[in-house]
């Protein structure tokens, strides 16, 4: 009775983990508030770094590095990421607006982006991007 009980258990945290909501992972800060500042976060095909106008370079594994830019309005406050079906998804605050981007990772190509109200946490849940109220299209970006 004991191990049906644990098998039961096993199965019921495994579907949980494999159906259950994606959380975005806050990106490490180099630098003050109001000074430079860079955002590092990494995937499985290389890193990226973010400085707070918006400009962002891509390093991969094999040592090609590609630049790419996100639109701010300021200077970025805080940058939430979660790599999701070989794309990135990139949440970032300033102090007056915020957006979500999903990019392309090789080619560093916007798939699409969306102007959003500040940002909590955010996480995909099925086919959207939950950011407190705000639920947007994963797929189109949409709210």
């Avoid at 890193?47 to 830019?69: A, L």
């Avoid at 990135?88 to 915020?98: G, P, S, T």
């Avoid at 981007?101 to 909590?120: D, F, N, P």
């Amino acid at each position: 009775m004991k191990k049906l009980l644990v098998v039961c258990l096993v199965i019921l945290a495994l579907s949980t983990a494999a159906f259950g909501a994606e959380t975005f992972a806050l990106a490490d800060r180099v630098g003050e508030p109001g000074e430079r500042s860079f955002f590092l976060f990494s995937t499985s095909v290389g890193n990226y770094i973010v400085r707070q106008d918006g400009m962002g370079e891509f390093s991969s594994p094999k040592g090609m590095r590609r630049v790419f830019s996100l639109r701010v309005k300021g200077r970025i406050e805080r940058i939430y990421f979660l790599e999701h079906e070989g794309d990135v998804f990139i949440c970032y605050e300033m102090n007056d607006a915020a957006f979500i981007v999903r990019m392309e990772q090789t080619k560093r190509k916007l798939r699409w982006s969306a102007s959003i109200e500040k940002i909590g946490v955010p996480r995909i849940d099925g086919n959207s991007v939950v950011i407190g109220d705000t639920v947007i299209s994963k797929v189109t970006g949409q709210l």
